[in-house]
T-cell receptor
């Protein structure tokens, strides 16, 4: 099956620093990737849609200047959490659709557990 | 946008019994309804999906039913086993077809 790889799987950073998370589609090209945040015992909440070669689309309430998204190639999207604070601690997970349509199976990265201390 | 509600939020069943999880959605144009299973600290994985041109789909112990008129779909797990313990999410695409909205999740515990 299609594979989406996400790195790092776990990161601890100091408050005020920035953290970059990578999401790669390993065996298919993804013009669109999605970034979710999942707090403990909660659902996946879509943060933004990453579009290859253009600006990301952010969901309401998500600060685009804090969560920087870059989709520079058809197989790589990055999420940078800038000036991280303890409340940004969460499980971040990316996904992509192999065929590009949301009416097909979504493949997820392994997720990144971010802890801001 | 699409609004997906999922019930119950937690479900405890005895091994061998059935488990049923229900979801409702708001956008009548939605045509694809997947169910994902997520184990603690891991990525969600697709377990079954259904399209709007069918009312029911079954895969071994797992089945999904869809009622488009009522805008709800359900996951049925029969002969539950301890390894079925996980969090299950339903989802539905937005009307624009550009993103997937997830339900709130159901934490299923199968007691041996």
């Amino acid at each position: 099956g299609a594979v989406v790889s996400q790195h790092p799987s776990r990161v601890i950073c100091k408050s005020g620093t920035s953290v970059k998370i990578e999401c790669r589609s390993l065996d298919f090209q993804a013009t669109t990737m999605f970034w979710y945040r999942q707090f403990p015992k909660q659902s996946l909440m879509l943060m933004a849609t990453s579009n290859e070669g253009s600006k990301a689309t952010y969901e309401q309430g998500v600060e685009k200047d804090k969560f920087l998204i870059n989709h520079a190639s058809l197989t790589l999207s990055t999420l940078t959490v800038t000036s991280a604070h303890p409340e940004d601690s969460s499980f971040y997970i990316c996904s992509a659709f192999r065929t590009g349509g949301v009416d097909t199976e979504a493949f997820f990265g392994q997720g990144t557990r971010l802890t801001v201390v | 946008g699409e609004n997906v509600e999922q019930h119950p939020s937690t479900l405890s069943v005895q091994e061998g019994d059935s488990a049923v999880i229900k979801c409702t959605y708001s956008d009548s144009a939605s045509n694809y309804f997947p169910w994902y299973k997520q184990e603690l600290g891991k990525r969600p994985q697709l377990i079954i999906d259904i399209r709007s041109n069918v009312g029911e789909k079954k895969d071994q112990r797992i089945a999904v039913t869809l009622n488009k008129t009522a805008k709800h779909f359900s996951l049925h797990i029969t002969e539950t086993q301890p390894e079925d313990s996980a969090v299950y999410f339903c989802a539905a695409p937005s009307a624009a077809g550009n993103k997937l909205t997830f339900g709130g999740g159901t934490r299923v515990l199968v007691k041996p």
